[in-house]
């Protein structure tokens, strides 16, 4: 065999997937650099999926129905649902959002075309750059209040509300009381 024959040489293979087909998500995969991504927990991945969209769409995510919730399970990362599932990481979270992106700003390009790898190369480099890899996007968690003192609060606020209406029956009370004496009278 000559050198023609077998194929491309090992530093144009390098992009190449097994099929010998051009491979442009080598670079975007690369992007992550190889390291282990750190677990990704349910406020974190609404929290990322929110600002990427924003970043990339010059606008915030809303919509007019439905709320952010956070799957669990065998479920996939859903923009259109506004769905995020934290077990499926940070790779599958950034591929997912990237897709939305794109299909938003070019709604007639295929979904894996050059525009969607560039698109989610950059937006791995953002999240790299940001730091939300080292932990930039967790919030400490809110201390949670004493149930006791909260349910003494409620009973609090039920029993002055009772209160005021007794005070305002009491007055009511004392009304009819004077206006049916005034009928009884005029009846002499």
Known sequence: ???????????????????????????????????????????????????????????AFTKLRGKWTVASGNRRNRLWAWTVNPARGWRDLVHHVSHYVHSRQHPNAPAHGLGHSFIEGEMIAHVIASGWLDGKLKRE??????????????????????EARARRAGRAIAKLKRTVAYYERRAD
């Open 1 to 59: 065999m000559t050198d023609l024959q077998e194929g491309p040489a090992p530093e144009a293979r390098a992009g190449m997937n097994p099929a010998g087909k051009l491979d442009r998500y080598a670079a975007v995969n690369d992007a992550w650099g190889g390291r282990t991504l750190p677990p990704l927990t349910g406020p974190e991945a609404i929290g990322a999926a929110k600002r990427l969209y924003r970043k990339w769409m010059g606008r």
């Open 141 to 162: 968690p809110k201390p949670k209040p004493d149930a006791k003192t909260i349910r003494h609060a409620r009973a609090r606020a039920r029993l002055a509300r009772w």
